[in-house]
Structure formats: C-alpha cells, structure tokens
C-alpha cells in the first residue's frame, strides 16, 4: 500500500465527516510513509510520488494532477 492509496481513502471519509478514520488515516500514513498529506489536498489523475510517497509534505490546499 502506499500513501497516495491512503489518502484516496481519506477524501471520503472527509466528504462523509467521519473524522476518526480520516485522522487515524492520516497519522498511519504518517508513521509508515513520514509523508503528511492533508487530506483536503486536491490530488487529481496522473500523480505520481516516488518512493511510495516517502516525505511527502503537502499543504491544505494544494492541488496536483489533472
């Protein structure tokens, strides 16, 4: 799993507000790719992050891909 597949989870559950799993997303996403993805960052089709998605910092309201 990487933590792009992570945070496609995330938006979601953020759409729905279920904020538990959002943030237990969001820290495991952290504590196994040291990546910090918000996940009301807009990440569209044909991103790409190397590595897995290793040290990722994005911020809120970014938007990457199409």
Do not use: D
């Not at 990546?35 to 044909?46: K, L, V, Y």
């Amino acid at each position: 799993m990487k933590a792009l597949t992570l945070y496609h989870v995330g938006p979601w559950c953020y759409t729905r507000g279920i904020p538990f799993v959002r943030k237990l997303l969001q820290h495991l996403m952290f504590l196994s790719y040291n990546s910090s993805i918000p996940m009301s960052a807009e990440i569209g089709e044909g991103t790409i992050f190397g590595y897995g998605g290793m040290g990722v910092v994005l911020h809120g309201r970014c938007r990457n891909g199409k």
